[in-house]
């Protein structure tokens, strides 16, 4: 025998093709479970940033501002505005997880829709009802995180050979 069989030549291909996908599937593990520990810290974010805004919800932002400050800025929006671009807001973020779960794609939502699901207590305590609309909002966020958070693991929970991004082509 000069050289290697055709059977340990395979098996040699076999192995080392096995210890790059693995390798590949381990980074993309890594990504997936830096992607779940960023969304938690982000949920918590929103949650202190929700406790200040239960403790401010009586306060009205537009009453705060001087006169003069106040003409410029206008008459603060409608309840029912502020609740109507809340509810697409969260239509439209319940509609990226979920195209972004059935095309294995990226599922992590980038960090400014933290300021987004955040911002809404800041409109609302601006036109002063932020007592009422309190829990539409805090729920709101609550579920898109759990969304997102579910998408996550339903991810990490899949076989690879359930997802076609990790698997190489020969």
Request: charged share 15%.
């Amino acid at each position: 025998m000069n050289g290697p069989s055709r059977f340990q030549t395979e098996l040699n291909e076999a192995i080392t093709e096995n210890r790059a996908r693995r390798r590949f599937e381990t980074g993309q593990t890594d990504r997936l479970l830096l992607q779940a520990r960023q969304n938690l810290w982000e949920l918590l974010l929103f949650l202190l940033f929700s406790m200040a805004a239960l403790a401010w919800q009586q306060t009205n932002l537009h009453q705060q501002f001087s006169e003069e400050f106040r003409q410029l800025l206008g008459m603060p929006l409608p309840a029912t505005l502020l609740s109507l671009a809340l509810g697409v807001y969260l239509f439209t973020a319940v509609i990226q997880v979920l195209v972004r779960q059935s095309h294995d794609t990226s599922l992590a939502m980038r960090s400014f829709h933290l300021v987004f699901r955040s911002v809404f207590y800041l409109f609302y305590s601006f036109s002063g009802v932020l007592a009422e609309h309190f829990a539409f909002v805090f729920a709101s966020g609550l579920a898109l995180y759990g969304l997102e958070q579910a998408s996550l693991w339903l991810r990490l929970s899949r076989p690879a050979e359930d997802q076609p991004e990790l698997v190489r082509e020969p």
